[in-house]
């Protein structure tokens, strides 16, 4: 366990250079960037393939002993005619994946009953790019015990719900035949992803049930397309969520515990979510594989899920300053102390007031997310939504951030005081560096929101002189 955690200083990344294999170093398989890019999952404006496999990971037992191993045993499509580099670089990601796919270790028997179970994990290269692994876990159909396996779609798209619905159809079409999946997945790898809001239908035959269209849809802000908050607030309270955020927002390192791979899943991307429009760029792995626990033992920042049957291993590790969330009892095993002090009071006010209000009356999942991440992208509008104001640029467009008279323009000592930190940190940086760099005037739903502060605060002015 030492000398994995020696290798896991930076994290979760796919290693490119020499060495050895990711299967004799798992640790080493994949590793986090120093320097991600500026959204964690990116937004697509539609045109894009949806994925690039579709594997299935199965349980084989090892040569020695009664242990399994995840292995693949279906991959679409088969590459062939790579170069070198890119048959490297395949290899290592397809070894990766298995353990990501199994994370609870390797002491499986045969099952008759296991519930079926829908999860992600993320792989990040070298240059930051993500790619995204869409996981089904199930019992496949037959008499008498048998091991679970997984479909798992690698794709660079973030965009959950949609790719829960193909996998559906996936599983539908291997309860009949392997080689049913085949025409599905390839007419869905020629249509073009689509653009928020817009829709995709393919037409798809399956034996003794003909011709069937399946439509596919982005929803229509798909800057939360990626996320599903419904687990978070059914584990947590909105305070504690609060004190997350504010662990989050200061890049100090977060642990989730869950008992499911579908809760853990999805807490954690629903907390990365919160940090809209800046994304976490520091190692972040959604379900911790058991032969990778000692990523918990980083001295730098991260955010991960452990599943609750490593917990006691994780209690014993050696940590510092560490938030370690019990999403099943809905508690902090651990803490730093001052998560409640980190934010300005009066904003910490505003976010729980606004997410009280009106939250049974929600219906949808887009409503709920929209509930949930509104009060927090508020909370950097008011904070650091002036940033624009201080890029002074050259003739050349190069933009340089005033970081001094930026925190100066803030007349509230509290959010001064906060914002004085945050612009130290990664998020705040890698925020500014892309700003920065860009000839183009800020768009987007970030900055759809400022502008419409800025509107209330002008028409709030003339109703302020005329009660006075």
């Keep these: 366990m030492d000398g994995l955690g020696r290798r896991l200083r930076a994290s979760l990344r796919l290693k490119r250079g020499h060495g050895g294999s990711p299967q004799d170093n798992p640790g080493e398989a994949v590793k986090e960037p120093e320097r991600a890019q500026e959204h964690s999952l990116p937004n697509f404006a539609g045109g894009q393939h949806f994925f690039e496999y579709l594997l299935v990971v199965s ?55 296991y519930p079926r179970e829908t999860f992600s994990f993320v792989l990040t290269n070298v240059d ?10 199930l019992l496949p159909a037959g008499p008498g015990p048998r091991l679970p396996k997984v479909y798992c779609i690698i794709s660079c798209i973030g965009c959950f719900g949609l790719f829960s619905k193909i996998l559906d159809e996936v599983e539908k079409r291997h309860q009949i035949s392997m080689a049913v999946i085949y025409p599905f997945m390839q007419g869905l790898r020629e249509a073009a992803f689509p653009a928020p809001g817009k829709t995709v239908t393919l037409k798809s035959f399956i034996p003794d049930s003909g011709t069937e269209f399946i439509s596919l849809t982005r929803p229509l802000d798909s800057h939360l397309e990626h996320v599903d908050f419904s687990s978070l607030l059914r584990c947590l309270s909105f305070e504690q969520i609060l004190q997350i955020f504010a662990s989050a927002v ?23 979510a919160l940090l809209y429009p800046f994304s976490w760029a520091h190692t972040y792995i959604p379900v911790v594989p058991e032969s990778l626990l ?17 917990r006691q291993e ?11 969330v019990n999403l099943c009892e809905g508690t902090f095993l651990l803490s730093v102390g001052d998560e409640k002090d980190i934010l300005p009071p009066k904003l910490q006010e505003d976010i729980l007031g606004s997410l009280g209000r009106g939250i049974d009356e929600l219906k949808t999942s887009e409503e709920i997310n929209e509930h949930v991440s509104g009060p927090f992208v508020q909370f950097f509008v008011k904070t650091v939504g002036h940033y624009a104001s201080y890029i002074k640029r050259e003739a050349n467009g190069q933009g340089h951030f005033q970081e001094r008279s930026f925190c100066k323009a803030l007349t509230s000592k509290t959010k001064r005081r906060f914002v004085k930190k945050f612009v130290k940190t990664q998020l705040f940086s890698l925020f500014i560096q892309e700003a920065e760099k860009s000839k183009n005037p800020p768009a987007g739903y970030f900055q759809q929101k400022i502008l419409e502060y800025e509107e209330q605060k002008k028409q709030k002015k003339p109703r302020e002189k005329t009660v006075r």
């Design 59 to 113: 349980l084989k037992k090892k040569r020695l002993g009664d242990d399994y191993e995840p292995t693949i045993t279906y991959q679409f499509p088969k590459r062939e005619n790579l170069l070198r580099g890119q048959q490297e670089e395949e290899e290592r990601l397809l070894k990766a994946i298995p353990l990501f796919c199994f994370p609870d270790g390797n002491e499986w028997a045969p099952l008759t009953e």
């Design 128 to 137: 930051g790019s993500r790619k995204i692994g869409y996981c089904r876990r």
């Design 250 to 272: 200061l890049e100090r390192k977060i642990i989730f515990l869950a008992a499911d791979l579908s809760t853990l899943s999805q807490c954690i991307h629903a907390a990365a």
């Design 294 to 310: 000692a990523t918990v033992c980083c001295p730098t920042p991260f955010m991960v899920g452990v599943q609750m049957r490593f």
């Design 314 to 324: 994780v209690m014993d590790s050696p940590m510092e300053e560490v938030l370690l």
